[in-house]
């Protein structure tokens, strides 16, 4: 069965800073991988999605992640945080062993510092 | 465009009272949707998906129940709460297999 851990729940930056938030998933094949983020109170947003081709995917609100098929991992980044940056952010994974229904991590919750 | 919406936003019911939740999708046909519960600090967590109307799959064993009538309307029901039911409760939906999940708004269920 498909499984992500996001090893880190609470992340504290200050504004301006660079940012790594971590994110590992176990699954045999390469997965559909993806990163949501989600405001207090709020749905879930899409930030990025990686299904095949360049391994540095590029998203919304000037966030990257990269895909490392030997670490099994997806990190997502971003060089200069801003405060409204301060969220949950999740993980996802989707493959066809799952009927490709992502799994989410339980998340990280990123507190930014002014 | 496509777009998901869940009623109500937010609900709190006694122990024991029944449970509905709505959710529709616009602007798509034949959507595959789900039910997902998020509860403090423990992700999310599938408890129903559907593939097509009448067709509904449980995750997880519970008093929660799903039903969807209409090609885009899916429900989240319970006849009879608990205090562990309650939490933060999000549809969506997923054109065929393989693609983007994109979520409602969120419903928060607080049971008293």
């Known amino acids: 069965a498909q499984s992500v851990t996001q090893p880190d729940i609470h992340i504290t930056v200050s504004e301006g800073a660079s940012l790594e938030l971590r994110c590992n998933y176990s699954?045999?094949?390469?997965?559909?991988l993806f990163w949501y983020v989600q405001s207090p109170g709020q749905g879930l947003q899409l930030l990025l999605k990686?299904?095949?081709?360049?391994?540095l995917v590029q998203g919304i609100k000037g966030f990257e992640a990269e895909f490392k098929r030997s670490q099994s991992s997806f990190n997502l980044r971003k060089p200069s945080v801003h405060w409204s940056d301060a969220a949950e952010y999740f993980c996802?994974?989707?493959?066809?062993?799952?009927?490709?229904?992502?799994?989410f991590g339980r998340g990280t919750s990123l507190i930014v510092h002014p | 465009s496509q777009t998901i919406h869940q009623w109500p936003a937010t609900l709190v019911q006694p122990v024991g009272s029944p449970l509905s939740l709505e959710c529709t999708v616009e602007?798509?046909?034949?959507?595959?949707l789900y039910w997902y519960r998020q509860a403090a600090g423990r992700g999310l967590q599938l408890l129903f998906y559907s593939v097509g109307i009448g067709q509904i799959s449980s995750e997880v064993p519970q008093n929660l129940s799903a039903s969807r009538p209409q090609d885009r309307q899916f429900i989240l029901s319970s006849k009879k709460l608990l205090l562990s039911d309650s939490g933060f409760y999000l549809c969506?939906?997923?054109?065929?297999?393989?693609?983007?999940?994109?979520f409602g708004e969120g419903s928060w269920l607080t049971v008293v």
């Open positions: 990686y299904f095949s081709g360049d391994t």
């Open positions: 969506a939906w997923m054109k065929g297999l393989g693609n983007t999940i994109y």
């Open positions: 602007g798509t046909s034949n959507p595959n």
């Open positions: 699954y045999g094949a390469t997965p559909y």
């Open positions: 996802a994974v989707a493959a066809s062993g799952g009927s490709y229904i992502p799994t």
